[in-house]
């Protein structure tokens, strides 16, 4: 089979490096060869961070590079944008629709762009916005973005619900155990 | 059993199944995890040292004195290492002594790029470089085995995308092998001229032969391709770029030892070969190897040595077609790290800030106070040049450019190699004002303890430096605490202290506001009613707040509660309650 490529990006502290550790570990259980690359450091400090996940029967580079990813799993609007050019054409796009401000528009040097999803379903991607942190709100908590976004990301996988969450449980502290289940069933059945 | 592991952990692992007991190193991305990996496992002893030139005596110590040990940094970690790195290239080890080296091209989170490959030539010390987390694996186990088979050091050469990356690895056991008898040996050991003349002939004779041991060695591979048109010599993480890009095409020489390199095996493999390429990062380490064996070879000529490689450019550069991406024709404001809600340090740069000084900075999260709207920082070189270069500046100035400029240091930072800086600032007594930035953590590179924080790196209570006594003890009369998120009394103390006409230190304590011990108050209340729309509020950058409609909102999701905003707005419109 073909290498396939996944980003999972956002905004640093969003929980973007648990949906890669829990999406890596599953692939691996089902029997691929997996690559997943994070960037550590500077970019935790609300930067825009970045997460390549990439599987196969052989994967040889960590990253991913421009018009390479079958799909792209977004936990903030803009940084959906920021990365289109890294789609392959007909590639995905999954987003949460939630709008977080950068320090550049925070500080009025720069405006949000208006209308990102007309522009993006605009090009050559299959787009899937939706609004995660509502539901992961009702799921009990704003932090349980990255497990509804994974269980909407799951709708594509031939995996059963029980493998994911089978990786969920070896993902998370047992404490959130329930309260992450019942976010990604809201991102996968929503 | 197969896992996934990212390559630092897997540098751990290795460590751990090949017996290392001994591991002294200083955090620094992207080299941080091995470290913090291997202390979790109980057999091995693990500590944060003070700096990386500590970390590797104390390393070359526990090999002295028998026992399997590692020490690891990140490039500019090596700089400050070097000095002992050189000479213990003369001296060899005891038992087996890795030195773990973390290069960061394309400056993920670092002030230089520099290409840690040079210091192996330069030392004379064998350097091993991974591909993978397996590779680092197999490597640290193997490198133990150098180590003790030629009698040196042996570093072990890791970067950003090999550190960060997990890929799958097979794990094995702990083998602890016999520990050494320490003998003294004047002759090995002691370095003064007499010995190190007789050393010095050694080394060039180790090289040899470890030039000799490169020729056979499994790791220097070759890989057959079906095109001989070109021959790709590679090593690291481009030797993963090269085959997603081309698979089997060109034949490839995969370079697991960085240093000696073959002379042979690389002459032989050009002889296969129409055209021969050496893709690298950063320097032409590699590519000026083969043209001193008076090869025709290509490489900077082709690739950048700025900067990162990827698969894409060595597909292109090589030739072959990819494909594009659509970028959105809009243009999308950057998204750059920032200080976080709360911070200790954005209030105490504010302040700086309104005192128009000039500031030195130096490295760790403050550096983020260089940024707009604060841009209150004028320097950043190394851990510590705040510090000594703030006494060249106030020395070579008069009385009023001491008056108006300052350092900041971290807490780690000071440390490290901050302290010397102070001591020279005593010793020879310039009106210089430190502020030392007191967080009572290693923030950067993600909440390290260190020797002012009372927590060792198992996470177990310790000796916890005392920095006021520390600042006395080096002959500072003038020492000063404050609590950054108290302006108006930092202020006054700043003023004060910059105007004694001797040496002083402000100590800004208050733990980072992301430590899970420390509690928050809860966010701040907004009152769109008393607020005029005067932005007062914006000028300390803070992410939690925003205008909407001319009125400032705070972002209940971010904001803390530290009322660093409220003692800014003249129309009490933030408050706590």
Redesign the interface.
């Known amino acids: 089979m073909e290498t396939k490529n996944m980003m999972i990006v956002g905004?640093?502290g969003q929980g973007t490096l648990l949906a890669s550790k829990l999406l890596?570990?599953l692939l691996?259980t089902k029997g691929f060869?997996?690559?997943?690359?994070?960037?550590?450091?500077?970019?935790?400090?609300?930067?825009?961070v970045v997460t390549y996940v990439r599987w196969g029967e052989k994967?040889?580079?960590?990253?991913i590079?421009?018009?390479?990813?079958d799909c792209i799993l977004s936990f903030e609007l803009?940084?959906a944008?920021?990365y289109?050019?890294?789609?392959?054409?007909g590639g995905r796009i999954i987003v949460n629709s939630q709008q977080i401000?950068?320090?550049?528009?925070?500080?009025?040097?720069?405006?949000?762009?208006e209308n990102?999803v007309e522009?993006?379903s605009a090009?050559?991607a299959e787009v899937d916005a939706f609004d995660a942190l509502t539901l992961a709100e009702e799921a009990g908590s704003?932090k349980a973005v990255n497990l509804v976004l994974m269980g909407r990301l799951s709708r594509h996988f031939d995996f059963t619900k029980e493998e994911w969450m089978d990786a969920i449980e070896h993902s998370v502290p047992p404490k959130f155990l329930e309260m992450n289940k019942k976010a990604f069933e809201s991102g996968r059945n929503d | 059993m197969k896992t996934l592991m990212l390559g630092n952990e897997a540098v751990a692992r290795g460590l751990y199944e090949a017996g290392c007991s001994f591991v002294s190193s200083y955090p620094g991305t992207p080299s941080t995890e091995i470290t913090e990996c291997v202390a979790k496992y109980e057999e091995v002893y693990a500590e944060w040292a003070p700096n990386e030139k500590v970390a590797l005596e104390s390393a070359f110590g526990a090999s002295l004195r028998g026992v399997r040990s590692f020490c690891a940094m990140k490039h500019v970690g090596l700089n400050v290492a070097a000095d002992p790195l050189f000479t213990i290239s003369y001296t060899g080890v005891n038992a087996g002594l890795i030195i773990g080296v973390a290069d960061d091209a394309g400056m993920h989170s670092s002030q230089n790029e520099q290409d840690s490959r040079h210091y192996a030539r330069a030392a004379k010390i064998p350097m091993l470089e991974p591909s993978d987390s397996a590779e680092a694996l197999a490597f640290a186990k193997l490198a133990y085995e150098l180590s003790e088979q030629f009698d040196t050091a042996v570093l072990m050469k890791m970067c950003t995308r090999v550190s960060h990356s997990q890929s799958v690895v097979e794990t094995g056991e702990r083998t602890l092998p016999e520990p050494k008898k320490y003998e003294k040996n004047p002759a090995k050991y002691i370095m003064m001229p007499a010995y190190a003349k007789k050393k010095h002939p050694m080394v060039e004779e180790r090289t040899r032969a470890l030039t000799a041991w490169a020729e056979t060695a499994e790791i220097n591979r070759i890989e057959d391709g079906s095109d001989q048109s070109v021959g790709i010599i590679t090593s690291s993480t481009c030797y993963q770029y090269v085959k997603e890009a081309y698979g089997d095409t060109y034949p490839v020489l995969k370079l697991g030892m960085i240093w000696p390199l073959p002379e042979q095996k690389i002459r032989d493999f050009a002889k296969t070969v129409a055209k021969l390429v050496v893709v690298e990062e950063l320097d032409g380490f590699i590519e000026n190897h083969c043209r001193n064996l008076g090869l025709s070879v290509s490489g900077k000529d082709m690739f950048t040595e700025i900067g990162e490689l990827a698969q894409n450019m060595v597909k292109e550069k090589l030739g072959g077609a990819v494909q594009a991406g659509e970028p959105l024709s809009e243009e999308i404001p950057a998204r750059p790290p920032v200080m976080c809600a709360g911070c200790p340090h954005r209030s105490l740069f504010y302040v700086l800030k309104k005192l128009n000084l000039t500031v030195l900075g130096d490295i760790g999260c403050y550096t983020l106070g260089a940024v707009a709207p604060l841009n209150a920082i004028d320097t950043t070189i190394c851990m510590g040049a705040s510090v000594s270069g703030l006494h060249g500046f106030v020395k070579s100035g008069d009385e009023e450019s001491a008056g108006k400029t300052v350092a900041v240091i971290g807490d780690s930072t000071f440390i490290h190699s901050g302290v010397t800086g102070l001591i020279n600032i005593a010793y020879n007594e310039s009106d210089s004002t430190v502020i030392i930035l007191d967080n009572s953590i290693t923030g950067m590179t993600g909440h390290q303890q260190n020797p002012t924080t009372g927590y060792n790196l198992k996470g177990d209570p310790c000796t916890k430096i005392d920095l006021e006594s520390l600042c006395h003890a080096v002959g500072i009369k003038r020492v000063k605490v404050v609590d950054p998120y108290d302006m108006e009394t930092c202020q006054a103390v700043i003023k004060e202290e910059l105007a004694a006409k001797e040496p002083s230190v402000i100590i800004s304590r208050r733990p980072c506001a992301l430590l899970k011990y420390v509690k928050h108050p809860g966010p701040i209340c907004s009152d769109p009613e008393k607020c005029k729309g005067c932005k007062a509020c914006m000028n300390i950058g803070c992410p939690a707040i925003s205008m909407v409609d001319g009125k400032a909102v705070i972002d209940e999701t971010l904001c803390v509660g530290c009322g660093v905003c409220g003692q800014l707005c003249k129309f009490g419109a933030l408050s706590t309650e």
Not at chain 1, 33 to 48: A, C, F, L, P
Request: charged residues 20%; proline residues 8%.
């Open positions: 905004v640093g890596g570990r691996l060869d997996v690559k997943v690359s994070e960037v550590h450091g500077m970019s935790q400090r609300g930067g825009s994967v040889f580079s960590p990253i590079d421009k018009g390479q990813a803009l940084e944008a920021r289109t050019e890294f789609l392959k054409p401000n950068p320090m550049p528009v925070i500080a009025g040097a720069a405006a949000y762009p990102l522009k993006m090009l050559d704003s």
